[in-house]
């Protein structure tokens, strides 16, 4: 398993799905699973997708810039950051964000997020 592969693709797939239906986000988080969102930690998944979902804009278009990833602990984690821009609907200029997760396996071979934190880059 390459986990550099394996980040583009859990990137690819959490902002596609974000930008398309932040509800379907549910199943990449579990109970255990903590948010911080500018500063505001969240706790399991029900909490995190009805943040997500009641973020004060229905559209948006992420742009990733760079994603980096390690290896994390010997249960097989990964930690994945992000960094890029944020398109509004309705707004001119993009906002520049960082996202980390904290990827960790699951039995059925695939990953779930266990951290997630985000903040928006202001200049």
């Known amino acids: 398993m390459d986990p550099d592969a394996v980040a583009k693709a859990f990137v690819e797939h959490y902002y596609?799905?974000?930008?398309?239906?932040?509800?379907?986000?549910?199943?990449?988080?579990?109970?255990g699973s903590m948010l911080t969102f500018e500063g505001q930690k969240i706790m399991g998944s029900p909490n995190i997708v009805a943040k997500l979902t009641s973020l004060p804009f229905q559209q948006c278009q992420h742009q990733i810039t760079?994603?980096?990833?390690?290896?994390?602990?010997?249960?097989g984690g990964m930690l994945v950051f992000v960094s890029g821009n944020l398109q509004l609907a309705g707004e001119q200029h993009a906002l520049k964000?960082?996202?980390?997760?904290?990827?960790?396996?699951?039995?059925?071979?695939?990953?779930y997020v266990l951290n997630d934190i985000f903040r928006l880059n202001y200049a």
């Open 66 to 75: 760079t994603v980096d990833c390690q290896p994390s602990g010997p249960a």
């Open 16 to 31: 596609s799905t974000f930008d398309a239906n932040r509800s379907g986000l549910a199943n990449l988080y579990q109970e």
């Open 97 to 111: 964000f960082s996202q980390m997760f904290h990827l960790m396996p699951t039995p059925q071979g695939s990953f």
